[in-house]
């Protein structure tokens, strides 16, 4: 499994989140990275849908309130992350 990396679409940020960008991208992959691998530690034979919400579940656990209610992640992403961890063998890559 690669390391999932959140990527801001700077068109979609006010002024102030184009200049918080660089480390809110930090913080959001650091959260997903960490649940990532919460979540495929703790995999015991889940389905890709209840992987992808344990996904989402954990990053946001791991971020500021604010943070964390405002993270909307790529659906189609998360999901190519939760069958990484629940098919490991199929990911190229």
Known sequence: MSEPHVTLDP?????VGRKLREPLEEQLSSALQAAAHRVKDGYAGESVDEVQVRLIEETRAGLHPDVAAGFQPDPA??????????NPASETG
């Open 11 to 15: 068109d979609s940020l006010g002024p």
């Open 77 to 86: 992403e998360i999901r190519r992350l939760a069958e990484a961890i629940v």
